[in-house]
């Protein structure tokens, strides 16, 4: 199966700041990369679709990259509503996978 | 409104069966590909098996390989997640989710049920 990483495991951040976090794919998965937001007791929302495609009706502040193995979710200015886990899902194998995910916590 | 609706979850103890229910409204299930996931508590999300569209093909994670199906009634537009031979590892709040739109040919999971409960303990 196709190991999904992320880094950092969880981050500590500021109103207003920049964060990215990384994925990284343990083989090459072209573009089939998706990022997911989950706040305590919720299901999962889809933000990012395709690496870098932003689904309908998520805020621009969110952006994502990369190809390959090597991917990132940038979130460009931290607002409060987005303390939550992110998770990537890699669906380029008939057998999908997730990342650990990252939980971006208040500083 | 496209929406699902999870059921079925309890206690169980291990080594028994249970079933569950994942029923859509707002679009018909079999056009699309669904998806078992869960997370165990404290844990990470793991997805567990896919339908595809028109349910020609199913795949399941290793982890439940032979121990649980995914049938599907069109009839009652549901999904179901058929467990067997539980353990206390599938204990986990599961989840039933759908590539519904502009995501979906990239394997985008846009429409989730709001999860059931699973505990395996005797």
């Known amino acids: 199966d196709i190991q999904m990483t992320q880094s950092p495991s969880s981050l500590s951040a500021s109103v207003g700041d920049r964060v990215t976090i990384t994925c990284r794919a343990s083989?090459?998965?072209?573009?089939?990369l998706n990022w997911y937001q989950q706040k305590p007791g919720r299901a999962p929302k889809l933000l990012i679709y395709a690496a870098s495609s932003l689904q309908s009706g998520v805020p621009s502040r969110f952006s994502g990259s990369g190809s390959g193995t090597d991917f990132a979710l940038t979130i460009s200015s931290l607002q409060p509503e987005d303390f939550a886990t992110y998770f990537c899902?890699?669906?380029?194998?008939?057998?999908?996978?997730f990342g650990q995910g990252t939980k971006v916590e208040i500083k | 409104q496209v929406q699902l609706v999870v059921s079925g979850g309890g206690v169980v103890q291990p080594g028994r069966s249970l079933r569950l229910s994942c029923a859509a409204s707002?679009?018909?299930?079999?056009?699309?590909?669904l998806h078992w996931v869960r997370q165990a508590p404290g844990k990470g999300l793991e997805w567990v098996a896919v339908?595809?569209?028109?349910?020609?093909?199913?795949y399941f994670a290793d982890s439940v390989k032979g121990r649980f199906t995914i049938p599907r009634d069109n009839s009652k537009n549901t999904l179901y997640l058929q467990m067997n031979s539980l353990r206390a590892e599938d204990t986990a709040v599961y989840y039933c989710?759908?590539?519904?739109?502009?995501?979906?040919?990239?394997?985008?999971?846009?429409?989730w049920g709001q999860g059931t409960t699973v505990t395996v303990s005797s």
């Open positions: 989710a759908s590539q519904y739109s502009s995501g979906a040919s990239w394997g985008a999971l846009d429409v």
């Open positions: 707002g679009f018909t299930l079999s056009t699309y590909g």
């Open positions: 339908i595809s569209s028109g349910g020609s093909n199913e």
């Open positions: 083989q090459r998965i072209s573009i089939y």
């Open positions: 899902q890699q669906s380029y194998s008939t057998v999908w996978t």
